[in-house]
């Protein structure tokens, strides 16, 4: 039993699991944990599919188009971002 301890993870340690997934940095290990974990909850398993969804989605976009954004909305964006931290 001292292993299924080893192999639970919680739902942040999922969601940071998720995130790695998709960007392909995940060991075998830490895909063994996310499926446990997933198979047991279903936020979790629903978070890693939206995830690749967008993840998908950003592939086929042509990244190489910038958005462009006026200066003052720019200053504005980046006090919210201070503020919030």
């Known amino acids: 039993m001292r292993w299924t301890k080893f ?3 919680n739902c942040k340690e ?3 699991l998720s995130t790695k997934h998709v960007g392909h940095e995940i060991t075998l290990l830490e895909r063994l944990k996310l499926t446990l974990h997933n198979s047991m ?3 979790c398993k629903y ?3 939206q995830i ?3 993840h ?5 976009k042509n990244l190489h188009d910038t958005v462009h954004m006026r200066e003052a909305k720019k200053k504005e964006m980046e006090e919210l971002i201070k503020n919030n931290l």
């Open 56 to 60: 998908q989605a950003l592939q086929s």
């Open 7 to 9: 192999l639970m993870i």
């Open 14 to 16: 999922a969601t940071l």
């Open 41 to 43: 909850c279903k936020p």
């Open 52 to 54: 690749k969804l967008i």
């Open 47 to 49: 978070f890693l599919q």
